[in-house]
């Protein structure tokens, strides 16, 4: 008895089983932007006065035994700031727009791939983004935003 040798053209017709982890390309691409993008939002909060307008601030206050924190007067932001930040949001909009409307979630649903099992795709598309080159794609794709 002899193992039958495959038929090399039935080898092309075989379709592989559907794997809603095996993102596209510019899929990946987009939520490594993202990230990258909100990673540098974040960083631009951390350098920024607590409030956006000139606010004079709070004391700190005690009453009946409850502590309550106060805050230091902010000078606001530069308009600079403000300006770089607003468009760090509007492209963070569009980027994560490009995901969740991406065709990729549609195919997903015509395979048979919804509720825990989508949204697990969509976690594993955000864990993907993590590590350095998320900073590195939006470094290199964004102009200076300082």
């Known amino acids: 008895m002899s ?23 510019d899929l990946r691409t987009a939520q490594l932007r993202a990230a990258g993008l909100y990673a540098e939002i974040h960083a631009r909060q951390a350098r920024l006065p607590w409030s956006r307008e000139p606010h004079p601030g709070w004391p700190e206050t005690k009453e009946r035994g409850r502590e309550s924190s106060g805050r230091a007067a902010s000078p606001g932001w530069d308009p600079a700031d403000a300006a770089a930040y607003d468009e760090l949001w509007a492209d963070l909009r569009k980027a994560t727009a490009a995901i969740q409307g991406h065709q ?43």
């Open 104 to 146: 990729w979630w549609e195919i997903c649903r015509a395979k048979g791939v919804n509720g825990p099992a989508l949204v697990a795709a969509r976690q594993a598309l955000k864990s993907q983004s993590s590590g350095s080159s998320s900073a590195i794609l939006v470094s290199s794709s964004t102009r200076d935003r300082s």
């Open 3 to 25: 193992t039958p040798v495959p038929d090399p053209e039935l080898a092309f017709t075989e379709e592989k089983p559907f794997d809603p982890h095996d993102f596209p390309q």
